[in-house]
C-alpha cells in the first residue's frame, strides 16, 4: 500500500493543478477585462499615451489575484475530486483504505503554498502596487504624462500658447499638421503652422521641452496699427514651450490599503494616533487576516461540493461554491467598511462571518466524509433535479407547429 501512495499524490496532484491555473487565468482575466475598457475610454478622454493602461493594469493584478487565488485553489480542489468521483475512481480510493483526509495532503500542500504568496500580496505587494496605481492616475490627470496635450483640440499652454495637433504617429512621437500662437509680453503676436513637429527633452532645463518644427510658416504680428504683419517660411524651427507645473504626488499612505504590514500594526496599536485612523488601520489588518485564513477552508468546501449524488453528474456544486467565495467577500468588503467607521468592532464585523462561514464548511465536509452516503448540499441537489425535469417537460410540451409529434410516426400495422 505505501508503495502507491506516492503514485496517487502525483495523480492527484496533476488533476488540481491544472484546473486550478486555468482557473486562476480566467478569473484574473474577466477581473480585468472590464476595467482595461474604462482604463482605455479614461486614457483617451484624458489624451494620454496609451501604454499607461497596461502600466495599470500591471498595479492591479495583484488585486485582483488575491481574490482569484482562493478561487482557483477551491475550484481546481473540487474538479479534481468530482473527476474521480464521477469516474468511480474515488469509490476505488475509498474501498482500498484511503480516507479523504489522505487525499487532502496533495490540496493542502499546494495550498500552504498560495497561502504564502497570498500574503506576501495582501501584505506587502498589494498596497505598493495600490499606490503605484493612483500615482499614475495623478500624473495622467494633471498632464505629466503627455496627456495635456490632445490630438484635434486646442490646447493652452503656460497662458501665452495655444496649440493644435492635427494627427501623431508613433505614440505620439510624431505629430502632424501643427498649428501655435504664441503671443509674448511685448504684445506680439506669433502665427505658426507646420507639417510635421516632434517634442524633445533639454538637458539644461528639465522644465522646458522644445517642439522642433519641420517645412512651415511663422506668421510675425507686432501688434502695431498699420504695419503688415511679417510672413517667414522655414525648413526646421524650434520653438521653446514651458512645461505646466506639476505639483508632487502625495506620499503613501493617503488610505490604509496602501499600508504595509508593519505600518498597520504601528498604527493600529498606538496610542498616539487618531482613533478614526486606528480603527481603519485594525479594520484593514483583521480584513487582510481573515482573508488569508480563508483559504485554509477551500480544499475541505472543494471536496464537500465535489461529490454528487450517486448516478448523478450534476454539476450544482460548482455554482454554488463560486456564489460562496463571492459573497463572503462581499460580507469582509462590507465588515471592513463599517469596523473602519468606528461603527463595530472589528471582531464582530468580520472574525463571526469567518467563524460561520467556517463552521459551515467544516459541517458540509463532515456530512461527505464521515456520514455514509451524507451529501453536502443534498437538498439543493434535490430541488435542483425537480426544477429540472419540470423545465424538460415544459419545453416538451411547447413544441413548434406542423412537427409531428413521435407517436404520429409510428410505422402503420
Known sequence: MSSILPSIDRYIFRLVIVPMLGVFALAASLLMLDKMLRLFDFVAVQ???????????GALIPEYASLAIPLGLLLGVLLAFRK???????????????????????????????????????????????????????ELRSGALGASIKVGEFTTLADRMALRIEASEDEGRKLMGIFARVANKQGQVLSISAREGAFLATRDNPDTIILRLTEGTIIQDTGTKGQTPRVLSFSRHDLPIDLPAVEAFRARGDATREY??????????????APRERDASVASFNFRLVEILMMFLMPLLGVALAIPPKRSTSALGVFVSIVMVVAYHKVNEYGQDVASLGRLDPILALWVPFALFAALIVWMYWRVAYVP?????????????????????????????????????APAE
Open 260 to 273: 504595509i504590514l508593519p505600518e498597520l500594526l504601528r498604527i493600529g496599536w498606538s496610542d498616539k494616533t
Open 84 to 138: 474521480l468521483a464521477t469516474s468511480s475512481e474515488l469509490d476505488t480510493m475509498r474501498a482500498v483504505g484511503l480516507s479523504y483526509n489522505r487525499l487532502l495532503r496533495v490540496p493542502y500542500l499546494i495550498a500552504l503554498v498560495l497561502v504564502a504568496v497570498n500574503v506576501a500580496l495582501v501584505f506587502y505587494i498589494q498596497p505598493v502596487s495600490r499606490y503605484y496605481y493612483e500615482q499614475l492616475d495623478y
Open 373 to 409: 452516503g451524507g451529501q453536502a448540499i443534498g437538498a439543493l441537489e434535490t430541488v435542483f433535479a425537480k426544477l429540472a425535469k419540470r423545465l424538460g417537460k415544459l419545453f416538451r410540451r411547447q413544441r413548434p407547429r406542423g412537427h409531428p409529434a413521435p407517436s404520429d410516426l
Open 47 to 57: 489624451g494620454g499615451p496609451v501604454g499607461v493602461v497596461f502600466k495599470m493594469l
